[in-house]
């Protein structure tokens, strides 16, 4: 079975400067990997995801991610923020092959500050 | 392109009531689900339908909630007899496809149930 870990459950940031949520994953298999955003009273919107090729995955408003499979690892980066980015981020995975089941982490909440 | 369409957005209930909730995926998407999402945790996968049929009901509590597809297309999950812990976010979501290149799940905006 896959899990994944997000350490972070809140990180704090002022507007324009770097950010990075951390996302940690487990599994005996190779994985599919995602994030996805939730805005306030919305759904999930899909950020960025890795499937295979280049470990740098790039995805939209400005937001990549790096694969690390040594570290089992998929952090979530932004070089500058804007207020518009406060929201919950998730971390999924899902294994590549047979039956594919989105296990999510329990989410980072981005809170950008004036 | 019409989005996945949820309701009601909100819903109260006593427990030991009954609630339904509705979703109507995004059209040509073969595969439903239903996610249940806790405050302070991360969505959890309860029913998987690929057009009519259920893939995955594993983390479905069969002793009271219940899901249906009617002709494929919109889904109904029902709770019966609610429980306090029933209270969350229940997400509907669709894709094309459950697996491969195309797997890219669409989410509903959610019906928040309060169970009292």
């Known amino acids: 079975a896959q899990s994944v870990t997000q350490l972070d459950s809140q990180v704090p940031v002022f507007e324009e400067a770097p950010v990075e949520l951390r996302c940690n994953y487990s599994?005996?298999?190779?994985?599919?990997l995602f994030w996805y955003v939730q805005y306030p009273n919305q759904g999930l919107q899909l950020l960025l995801k890795?499937?295979?090729?280049?470990?740098l995955v790039k995805g939209i408003n400005g937001f990549e991610a790096e694969f690390n499979k040594s570290q089992t690892s998929f952090h979530l980066r932004k070089p500058s923020v804007h207020i518009s980015d406060t929201a919950e981020y998730f971390c999924?995975?899902?294994?590549?092959?047979?039956?594919?089941?989105?296990?999510f982490g329990t989410g980072t909440r981005l809170l950008v500050s004036p | 392109e019409a989005g996945v369409a949820q309701s009601p957005r909100y819903k109260i209930i006593e427990k030991r009531q009954s609630v339904a909730f509705w979703c109507n995926p995004i059209?040509?998407?073969?595969?439903l689900y239903w996610y249940q999402q806790i405050l302070g945790q991360g969505p959890k996968l309860l029913i998987q339908?690929?057009?009519?049929?259920?893939?995955?009901d594993s983390q479905l509590p069969k002793d009271r909630f219940s899901a249906e597809r009617l002709k494929g297309v919109d889904s109904t999950l029902k709770i019966q007899p609610a429980k306090l812990e029933d209270s969350a976010v229940y997400l509907c979501?669709?894709?094309?496809?459950?697996?491969?290149?195309?797997?890219?799940?669409?989410f509903g905006p959610g019906t928040r149930l309060t169970v009292t």
């Open positions: 979501a669709s894709s094309l496809l459950p697996s491969g290149l195309l797997y890219e799940q669409y």
């Open positions: 599994s005996s298999v190779s994985v599919y």
């Open positions: 890795y499937l295979s090729g280049s470990t």
């Open positions: 999924a995975v899902c294994r590549d092959t047979g039956f594919q089941k989105l296990v």
């Open positions: 059209s040509g998407h073969a595969t």
């Open positions: 339908f690929q057009n009519n049929g259920v893939v995955d």
